[in-house]
């Protein structure tokens, strides 16, 4: 969580610029979606840890209250959704590919909007899953949002769907018909992105209401 006074505030789906700066004027700079509602000063962060990265580490072990760091943003005008909005959403997520799309639920929540939200979310198993507690939690309030989840290593008991990747099928049992058009938010890894891209055109999704957010092992936008 970080406390940025004078925040201008952005919309749900943007990310920052985070930039470290080393005493001997080396700096590193990465993207990170903001995972926070709009509203307000704080911002969230959700920053996956790669052992031989050289920021994350920093942010992740290193990092203590009340330290500095440098941010650029908001940024990104495009993959965005605005809670005064009206029409069905259908929200895909590869791993940490879940960070934008939560500010998503969280914004449609803060604004009471009760346009119908469906989530797919991929992980490896349920240890990876991101936000699981508080996408219970909503789940709960009975507002219209609705979570599948989406296993491609091991499933605990009891999960609907079997083990694997995204399919036509996942996408026709858990999304949202093409016949309601839906705005549709995907993002995650690269190939995670183009298959569910190709196969919701392939389902008869308007390519024109997809839209996609992807990032790569090298420390790009998560």
């Not at 694997?164 to 705005?183: E, H, Q, T």
Request: glycine share 14%.
């Amino acid at each position: 969580m970080l406390e940025v006074p004078g925040w201008p505030g952005h919309r749900a789906g943007q990310h920052v610029d985070v930039r470290l700066t080393a005493e001997d004027g080396y700096s590193a700079q990465r993207s990170y979606s903001i995972a926070s509602a709009p509203q307000g000063t704080a911002l969230e962060l959700t920053v996956q840890r790669l052992d031989d990265g050289e920021v994350s580490p920093y942010l992740t072990q290193t990092l203590g209250v009340g330290q500095p760091l440098e941010l650029r943003g908001p940024v990104g005008g495009w993959f965005v959704w605005d809670a005064d909005g009206t029409a069905p959403v259908l929200l895909v997520a590869g791993g940490s590919g879940l960070v934008p799309l939560m500010a998503m639920i969280r914004a449609r929540a803060q604004a009471a909007n009760r346009v119908p939200f469906r989530l797919i979310y991929s992980v490896r198993d349920p240890a990876a899953a991101l936000y699981a507690t508080e996408l219970i939690e909503r789940q709960r309030v009975g507002d219209g949002l609705g979570v599948t989840y989406l296993y491609t290593r091991t499933a605990p008991a009891g999960s609907p769907l079997p083990v694997g990747r995204i399919s036509a099928d996942v996408i026709a049992s858990s999304g949202l018909p093409p016949a309601d058009s839906p705005r549709v938010f995907v993002c995650g890894p690269t190939g995670f992105v183009e298959t569910t891209a190709g196969l919701l055109v392939a389902a008869g999704h308007d390519p024109g209401a997809i839209k996609t957010e992807r990032f790569g092992p090298s420390g790009g936008q998560s």
